[in-house]
């Protein structure tokens, strides 16, 4: 199945499929998972979707390759469904990324109908960074949520351009615009002209614990002082306490709203 359509987007040279329509793509969903830093993937809530998505929520997986390399991954897309606007649920949650995978496994135990989906990732191959795919691959996501029939697409989004200015508030970063009025930040720039619509900072959009030997492990860092350690690809400081052998990341985001139909 080739997403997009006629899409302008859509590039001859690759392909897009669901998880649901090809599940023998599945083995190389999983070789995309060392683009992260190791702390990234640290997030206990994580495991919520990714140990089940292939059972769960197969619909809302992406995998795009060459069509003249069909068995080596270009990028992948994870997305999750939840419902949203009822009176517990009115407003988005200021834990993002964390809330909506916890709302989507409730959810999905109690037998509830998704109303709503969120963007959880885009990740693509390092050595394809930089050729425009990210929008290429947000556009399949579109298109994909409109195929299960959703009108509107939230995404937590993740500012990659704020990982060079550790200390400025989210607050104040997330709304610089350009000239021309797009964002200044690149992926956030990537949203807006799309369609989507810049909400709000969610300021704890995921959360990331560890004793200190487990932060040495993850980044290679002494993590020796009390305070603020700056970590490369980190959106904020980590917050490290040596007299209590633990360090916090706390991620800010940008909740962004996709209108659909």
Known sequence: MRLLGDNPLMRDDLVIDPLDKRPDLAPMVWQLSYVWPTYMTQDPVSHFYFTTVERDHPEHVLVAYEAARPDVPVARAF???FEFGTA?????????WDAVIRWGAL???LGRTPTHVSALEIAIRP???????AAVL???MRDNVQRLGFTELFAPVRPTGKA????TPMSEYAFRTRDDGLPADPWLRVHVRAGGEIVRVCPRAMVISGSLVEWREWTGLPFDRTGD???????VPIHCSVEHDHAVYVEPGVWV???LS
């Open 127 to 133: 050595e394809r960074r930089g050729e425009g795919l």
């Open 138 to 140: 947000l556009a399949a």
């Open 79 to 81: 997305t999750v469904p």
């Open 164 to 167: 060079n200015e550790l200390h």
């Open 107 to 109: 959810d999905l135990s």
């Open 229 to 235: 350690v700056e970590v490369p690809g980190a959106l």
């Open 88 to 96: 517990q649920r009115s407003s988005l949650p200021d834990d993002g």
């Open 257 to 259: 709203r996709h209108r």
